[in-house]
C-alpha cells in the first residue's frame, strides 16, 4: 500500500493569511493526488484532483502543486470558512485511494 | 441532481451483524464505482473499499479485507457494507462515496451524508 502522511498535523492561523499543507506519499506517485476539506461535523467535500485542477465551485484561493512524492495544498487568503481539516488522498494505486492523516486548521 | 443517500443512524451490541447501505440517484448508477470510507470519532478517513455496481467487481483495502464484505444490488441502485460479527472498534462514521474522473485522475466527487455505526455492550 501507498502511505501518505501530511504536515503540519495542525495549524493556527489568521483570517487573510496565507496556508500551505504540505503532503508527502511514500513512492512517486505522479500526479495521482487530490485534496478534500472537512469542516467540523460534515461530509468531506472534493477541492482539487490531479495534483492542480479545482473542483467546480471551489474558490480560487485554494491551488495544489507538486509531483511525484511531494506535494502542497496552499490557501492564498484564509477565509473564516476554510477552518477545517484538509485530507490528501493518492489515486495512483488501481483502486485503492488511502488517504493522509489529515491537518486541522484552527483559528489563532 | 447527483445524491448518495445513506441509511440512518445504528446502535449494535458486540457479535452482532449489521447491513449499511448508500443509495444513488441522479446518475447512471452502474457507471460509476462506489468506494466506502470510514472515520472513527476524532480521526481521520480511512480507505476500506470499492465496487462497481454493474458487476459488483469490489476490492477491498488490506486493513479491511475480511473484515467486512461489501455488495451491490444494481436494480435498485444501492451499494451495502456488512458485518458479520461487530466489535466495539468498529465504532465509527462510514461514507459512501461516487468514484469519478478520467484518464485514471480519480477522486471521490459526491458523497452520502454518513451512517454512524455505534457498538456497545
Known amino acids: 500500500d501507498i502511505q501518505m502522511s501530511q504536515s503540519p498535523s495542525s495549524l493556527s492561523a489568521s483570517v487573510g493569511d496565507r496556508v500551505t499543507i504540505t503532503c508527502r506519499a511514500s513512492q512517486s506517485i505522479s500526479n495521482f493526488l487530490n485534496w478534500y476539506q472537512q469542516r467540523p461535523g460534515k461530509v468531506p467535500k472534493l477541492l482539487i484532483y490531479a495534483t492542480s485542477y479545482l473542483q467546480s465551485g471551489v474558490p480560487s484561493r485554494f491551488s495544489g502543486s507538486g509531483s511525484g512524492t511531494d506535494f502542497t495544498l496552499t490557501i492564498s487568503s484564509l477565509q473564516p470558512e476554510d477552518f477545517a481539516t484538509y485530507f490528501c488522498?493518492?489515486?495512483?494505486?488501481?483502486?485503492?485511494?488511502?488517504f493522509g492523516q489529515g491537518t486541522k486548521v484552527e483559528i489563532k | 441532481e447527483v445524491q448518495l443517500v445513506q441509511s440512518g443512524a445504528e446502535v449494535k451490541k458486540p457479535g452482532e451483524s449489521l447491513k449499511i447501505s448508500c443509495k444513488g440517484s441522479g446518475y447512471s448508477f452502474t457507471s460509476y464505482w462506489i468506494g466506502w470510507v470510514r472515520q472513527m470519532p476524532g480521526k481521520g478517513l480511512e480507505w476500506m473499499g470499492i465496487?462497481?455496481?454493474?458487476?459488483?467487481?469490489?476490492r477491498y483495502s488490506p486493513s479491511f479485507q475480511g473484515q467486512v464484505t461489501i455488495s451491490a444490488d444494481k436494480s435498485i441502485n444501492t451499494a451495502y457494507m456488512q458485518w458479520s460479527s461487530l466489535k466495539a472498534s468498529d465504532t465509527a462514521m462510514y461514507y459512501c462515496?461516487?468514484?469519478?474522473?478520467?484518464?485514471?485522475?480519480?477522486?471521490?466527487?459526491?458523497w452520502g451524508q454518513g451512517t454512524l455505526v455505534t457498538v456497545s455492550s
Open positions: 465496487i462497481y455496481p454493474d458487476d459488483s467487481d469490489t
Open positions: 462515496a461516487r468514484r469519478s474522473g478520467s484518464g485514471s485522475h480519480y477522486a471521490l466527487d459526491y
Open positions: 488522498q493518492q489515486s495512483y494505486s488501481t483502486l485503492s485511494y488511502t
